[in-house]
């Protein structure tokens, strides 16, 4: 089992950055995989990227070369960077984790993009 924390949502405008960041309540470095899913509203939750527990990261194709995952195993904490940020990046952002057949989820953490 694990908890999952998220921080640094926000408010920002188009093209700026955010660092959304995932605290887990316990060591990380032997779960194999952890992620970020967006949800917009009304609709249903989408995955946006995976680090694994290597370091090898995977991105949706709507992200890929904007945003960044990354995953620092002696904080116990995944990261999002995103960059140049445009308004139908507005989300709910959720991370996980999989461990053995279970997947975890924190409370997610509002993004919003706007001038």
């Known amino acids: 089992q694990v908890q999952l924390v998220e921080s640094g949502g926000g408010l920002v405008q188009p093209g700026g950055s955010l660092r959304l960041s995932c605290a887990a309540s316990r060591n990380i470095a032997s779960i194999n995989l952890m992620g970020w899913y967006r949800q917009f509203p009304g609709k249903q939750r989408d995955w946006v990227a995976t680090?694994?527990?290597?370091?090898?990261?995977k991105y949706a194709d709507s992200t890929e070369g904007r945003f960044t995952i990354s995953r620092d195993n002696a904080k116990n904490t995944v990261y999002l960077q995103m960059n140049s940020l445009k308004p139908e990046d507005t989300a709910v952002y959720y991370c996980?984790?999989?461990?053995?057949?279970?997947?975890?989820w924190g409370q997610g953490t509002q993004v919003t993009v706007s001038s």
């Open positions: 680090v694994t527990s290597g370091g090898g990261t």
């Open positions: 996980n984790a999989e461990i053995m057949l279970n997947v975890f």
